[in-house]
């Protein structure tokens, strides 16, 4: 059984197009992030949900919309991609942000 | 700003030797220290905690915490080329339910047989 899971595992795509990526985790934990890792394996906080509730949005474009319709799930949605957006996304859970199970990543590739 | 800082790399050390990992962090009231592994195409995965001055040992991995000097270190005893990988640094800042992560940008360590 996979703990936390993201789909699509790889996402290419033209510059100005709308993508989403999808989270699911099966822990039971109330804690669910966004991460961003850029391609010098810096790993960058960008949304934190507790229990569907936004607690953390770190300075990140407004065309990036997370959503969680239940505390199994996060959704990360980007609008009007850009070259600057190829990454790899890591969607993670906790139960306190100590130790936080990572998903396998979404490699993201803006054309 | 919470900034956390390591040397990039890469580090190579021959198999078993001792590897020896650094990261320096800026917020002085952090509490909660963390190293985390990742293997290339992979995501990370925690391996070692450390909340307290001195050093925590689990099998060959040390980490050793000095908050004076802002400083925590990552020792692996006994190298093994299965111990390549990128080690991130991690430090906890915030309260409740804002408590968050800030990771260093990872030392890549390689293990030469």
């Known amino acids: 059984d996979t703990a936390v899971s993201q789909t699509p595992k790889y996402l290419v795509t033209q510059m100005g197009n709308d993508k989403s990526i999808k989270c699911e985790q099966n822990?039971?934990?109330?804690?669910m992030y966004w991460y961003k890792q850029d391609s010098k394996k810096f790993l960058k906080i960008m949304f934190s949900?507790?229990?569907?509730?936004?607690?953390i949005n770190e300075t990140v474009p407004n065309r990036f919309s997370p959503k969680s319709p239940d505390k199994a799930h996060l959704n990360l949605h980007i609008n009007s991609l850009e070259l600057g957006d190829s990454a790899v996304y890591f969607c993670?859970?906790?139960?306190?942000?100590?130790?936080?199970?990572f998903g396998p990543g979404t490699r993201l590739t803006v054309l | 700003q919470k900034e956390v800082e390591q040397n990039s790399g890469p580090l190579s050390v021959p198999e078993g030797a001792i590897a020896s990992l650094n990261c320096t962090y800026s917020?002085?009231?952090?509490?909660?220290f963390f190293w985390y592994r990742q293997y290339s195409g992979k995501s990370p995965e925690l391996i070692m905690s450390?909340?307290s001055n001195g050093d925590k040992e689990d099998g060959r991995f040390t980490a050793q915490l000095n908050k004076a000097s802002q400083y925590v270190s990552l020792l692996i005893r006994d190298s093994q080329p299965s111990d390549s990988a990128t080690y991130l640094c991690?430090?906890?800042w915030g309260l409740g339910s804002a408590r968050q992560l800030t990771f260093g940008s990872g030392t890549q360590l390689t293990v030469l047989p």
């Open positions: 822990l039971g934990h109330d804690t």
């Open positions: 991690a430090v906890r």
């Open positions: 917020d002085r009231g952090s509490q909660s």
């Open positions: 993670a859970s906790s139960p306190t942000a100590d130790t936080q199970y």
């Open positions: 949900y507790n229990n569907k509730e936004l607690i």
């Open positions: 450390i909340y």
